[in-house]
């Protein structure tokens, strides 16, 4: 079983910066990837980013430009520094991890971008 635990969400002011974290663990597993989905409400979970164990990166084009995502292989964590926040980045953020046992989630953090 995977576990997955999120911080660094909260509220910040439009063009503002945040960095969620997100550490992995459990018994004998392995990644293929990690990365972020994002919830608004009343709309359905899109992805943010995700980066594979070999540093490829798929990210949003909304976020483009303004997120980037890094991973620690040693220490299983996997990192989201958020620059140049927008209101429409209000969302609940949840950790993912992908590996042979299929797709693994958090329990969510809260990004609430407003003046």
């Known amino acids: 079983q995977v576990r997955l635990v999120e911080s660094g969400g909260g509220l910040v002011q439009p063009g503002g910066s945040l960095r969620l974290s997100c550490a992995a663990s459990?018994?004998?597993?392995?990644?293929?990837?990690m990365g972020w989905h994002r919830q608004a409400p009343g709309k359905q979970r899109e992805l943010v980013a995700t980066?594979?164990?070999?540093?490829?990166?798929t990210s949003s084009d909304s976020v483009k430009g303004r997120f980037t995502i890094s991973m620690d292989n040693q220490k299983n964590t996997v990192s989201l520094q958020m620059n140049s926040l927008k209101p429409e980045d209000t969302a609940v953020y949840y950790c993912?991890?992908?590996?042979?046992?299929?797709?693994?989630w958090g329990q969510g953090t809260q990004v609430a971008v407003s003046s």
């Open positions: 980066i594979t164990r070999d540093n490829v990166v």
């Open positions: 993912y991890l992908g590996n042979p046992q299929g797709s693994h």
């Open positions: 459990g018994s004998k597993f392995r990644i293929y990837a």
